[in-house]
Every structure is written in C-alpha cells, then in structure tokens.
T-cell receptor, first 114, second 110 residues
C-alpha cells in the first residue's frame, strides 16, 4: 500500500509567480490535511478537505492561498503571487477517518521563493 | 493555543530512558505523537483517545491524562535510531485539525 505522495519534492519560484503543490492520499483515505513548517519550527495547520469539500480552512491565509480536493485526482494547494515569507516545507497528511483518526504524512514539498 | 512540550531538548546515551511531556490548556479529545528526522516527514507513532489510556509500541509507550490535559511519551532503553524531533499533536472536541507543540529534540549518542 503506497504511502502519501507529494510532488514536486522541491519547488523554486520567483516572487510573484504561482506555486502548485500536489498531494495524493493513501489508498482508501478520503480526508486530507495540509500543514506548513518553517525551518526549525513545528507544524501549523492550514486546511482540512474531504473529497470535493473544504471542511476547515481556518489556518489558511485569506489571500493568495487556496486548496481543493477534486472528485478525481490529487489535492492541490495553490499559492498565487508568492513572496519570500512563503518559503517553507508544506506537508500533506491523509486519514481514513478524519476526526479522532491517525494522520499519515507525505514527504513534503520544500518551496523556496527567490 | 499550541500545546507546550517539555523538555525542549534532551541528550541521551544509548540505553538510557527519556520522558517527553505535552500539556494543553484546552480540553482534549486525542493526542497524537510523531517523530521527525531532519529533512524528512513526521512519522506517526501512536494516537491516544480520551479515556485515560496508555499505549505501548516496542520500547516506546505513552499515557494520556484527560483530566490534566497532559500526555507523556516514554522512551526506554533508547537506540540511536530514536534520535529526532518528537512532536505531540492535540485534537480538541471540535475536531478538524491537529495543533502541534513546538517539538522536543532528542539526540541519542553511542
């Protein structure tokens, strides 16, 4: 059973460009979470999605950030007009049950904004 | 609010024991423990649900005191492979997310 997959693993963008991060959950998991981790810091929740629905986006900046989890295909975290402060590791995690269930993390996408 | 982990860092000799604590100011439904090595993804260790349970996983076990809103992770007879940063993630009754502590850096030396 393949684990959570994320791509790309590393992404370099210039200020003002768009970044698209993809996450394929583990087979059978319909709950996806996105977290951001700054160097030497903990993980910060961004958004929680189920198929075709955003359940909780309270951790996501109101502007420039959006997320989706379509009926077919991976979940996508999109960052428009990136700024240097967006440089971080972005992890997605999937869960078979959501609330009260374990979350399994993907390898992360390391975004560098130059 | 973010749960508070203590200690922030600990250095052990191989074979020694360690305890990592996680404390929250909010009522908790569950506590999740992860280990992360530098540059890698967090690896799930265990989840404890409210009800005051204790779980074990080889030489790593944990307890959850719902009344005190605290959890502790116990590492016994540590191995070199235990080195990394340990995070607790807490889930309150409203659900929807894990709120992670600041992490505890553990280094095991030969």
């Amino acid at each position: 059973n393949a684990g959570v997959m994320q791509n790309p693993r590393h992404l370099v963008r210039r200020r003002g460009q768009e970044a698209r991060l993809r996450c394929s959950p583990m087979k059978g998991h319909s709950h996806v979470y996105w977290y951001r981790q700054l160097p030497e810091e903990g993980l910060k929740f961004m958004v929680y999605l189920q198929k075709e629905n955003i359940i909780d986006e309270s951790g996501m900046p109101k502007e420039r950030f959006s997320a989706e989890f379509p009926k077919e295909g991976p979940s996508i975290l999109r960052i428009q007009q990136v700024v240097r402060g967006d440089s971080a590791a972005y992890f997605c995690a999937s869960s078979p049950t959501g609330f009260g269930g374990e979350q399994y993390f993907g390898p992360g996408t390391r975004l560098t904004v130059t | 609010q973010q749960p508070v982990q203590s200690p922030q860092a600990v250095i052990l000799r191989e074979g020694e024991d360690a305890v990592i604590n996680c404390s929250s100011s909010k009522a908790l439904y569950s506590v999740h423990w992860y280990r992360q090595k530098h540059g890698e993804a967090p690896v799930f260790l265990m989840i404890l649900l409210k009800g005051g349970e204790q779980k074990g996983h080889e030489k790593i076990s944990a307890s959850f005191n719902e009344k005190k809103q605290q959890s502790s992770l116990y590492l016994t007879a540590s191995q070199l492979s235990y080195s990394g940063t340990y995070f607790c993630g807490t889930e309150n009754n409203a659900g929807n997310m894990l709120t992670f502590g600041g992490g505890t850096r553990l280094m095991v030396k030969p």
